[in-house]
Structure formats: structure tokens, C-alpha cells
């Protein structure tokens, strides 16, 4: 097999290597278990990615900005595998990463409680444990259809292909160029579930460290209000216990620091409720 030649930014200095045709872009980072995706002129991939002849690949540590986004987004397919898996007539809204954690919008025959957030981390972690690898495919629209006939909010999205205005999120579902799938293949090799998605994710389940479920809501889907109202989970994961438990604290002394909540526990002022909401009465 021939060479190929390729470029490895790291700590912004670069470095030609010599690497056999048919190389991946997690065997130029196989000792820096941190690294958990490329950026390959300049857009972010998986560390599967096939690697070209004169590829600039730059590697993406899970404790930065985009290693985040993408921590957030695998473990955000992992809930909605794990929600499925509980509540099999589930259908699949939009699931992207958000600032400091990620969401997934479900049309479900009931709302969640907050007992369904344990039974739903409780099935996470065993999915997480499993170690199941996220595969990428390209798709064509044809054949994405076929594949999502029984979710309608995903057959949605691939009629809005390359529509900047799609719809809050699905950003992370669809863009302008291919469309293409993620599997969830279990160490056997079965494929165990599939989201439409972009990408890029983690290489496996087991490259999740820590996460929380932390909310449930209710939202518009694609934030319209004459739309079908969809039940939201949020939730946040971190590149270690540590850091997930240092952003919980974080969280809390906001919560302390709230001047409403305050103002109302020092008896200093009260928002009744036949003044309207917002309306504050000191006393």
C-alpha cells in the first residue's frame, strides 16, 4: 500500500508524517486517550475518518470547546437510545449540545416525571458501560426517508435539508451538503440503534465519563407554538466526575446568590400572584 503524507497540528506547531493508505485519524493520536476527534481542514470529524494525502489534522481533546460539544451531543443520542429503550413509542425530536450540557425533544404518550430521569441514567449507564461504537454513513435522501418513516419529526428535517432557518438545533441533524446516520453498534457488531445526525462523535459509549440529568420541559417542536408541544430532557456532561462536580457547584452558588430567592426568604419583598407575574411588592 502507498504513503500518504499528512500534517499534525499540535500545540499549534506543525509536524509532517508519513502514515499507509487506508489509515485512520485515531491512529496518528492513539496514545492521547483525551483526544477524541480531528479537525481535518479545519472541520471537525470523527477520529474514524479515512485520512487523505495532504490532510492538515489537528486533534480535538474532549476537555476543550468543540471536545465538549461533542461529549455533550454522543451522550445526548445516548439518552434518546436510552428513552426509546424504556419507552418504545417514543418519537425523536432534535437533540443538539447547548451551553454547558445538551437536550432531546420526545413525543411521548405522557409527560415525564422526575422518577423517569433515574430509570432513564440508569439505562444510560448501562449503555455507556456496554461500549457500543458510533458509526457514521452517508445516506442519500432516499433511502433517509425509508430508514425514518416511523419518526416523523426526522422525515421533517430531510424535507428542510439545507434550510438555514430549519428549526431551532437541527443544526446538529442536518446541514446543506449529505445527509448522514449514526449507528449505535453493539460490540458484536448488531446495530442496536440509529439517529440522522451530522456528527462528529465520540469512538465509542465507554468515552463518556460523567453526566447528569438535570431538567424536564416542555417545548414547541421547531419552536412554534401552533406546533405539537414535545417533552425536553436537559442534561450536562463534563470530561470527569470532578468537572461535572465542580460545575454542579457552580450552579448551586448561583442558585444561593439569586436575588429573588433571597429578597422572598429575608421577607424583604414577595410576588403576589393577583399583581401578575414579575410584579414584586416590598415589604
Partial sequence: MSDLTVTVLTAGEPAQQKVTAGSKAWELFADDRDVV???????????????????????VP?????GRDILRHSTAHVMAQAVQDLFPDAKLGIGPPVQDGFYYDFDVD????????????????????????????????????DELRAEPYKLELVGLKGQPDAAEGAAAEVGAGELTMYDNV??????????????PHLPNTKRIPAFTLTR????????????TQLQRIYGTAWESQEALDAHLHRLEEVAKRDHRRLGQ???????????GSGLAVFH
Wanted: charged share 40%.
Fill in 37 to 59: 476527534a480531528a479537525r481535518v481542514g479545519g472541520e471537525l470529524r470523527d477520529l474514524s475518518y479515512d485520512l487523505a494525502d495532504g490532510d492538515e489534522v489537528e486533534p
Fill in 62 to 66: 474532549i476537555g476543550s470547546d468543540d
Fill in 110 to 145: 405522557r409527560p415525564f416525571h422526575p422518577e423517569d430521569l433515574d430509570a432513564i441514567s440508569t439505562r444510560m449507564r448501562k449503555i455507556i458501560k456496554a461500549g457500543q461504537r458510533f458509526s457514521r454513513r452517508e445516506v442519500s435522501d432516499a433511502d433517509a426517508r
Fill in 186 to 199: 453493539d460490540r458484536d457488531g448488531t446495530t442496536v440503534w440509529t439517529d440522522l445526525c451530522r456528527g
Fill in 216 to 227: 424536564i420541559a416542555a417545548a414547541y417542536w421547531r419552536g412554534d407554538e401552533d406546533n
Fill in 265 to 275: 426568604e429575608l421577607d424583604l419583598f414577595s410576588f403576589p400572584d393577583e399583581l
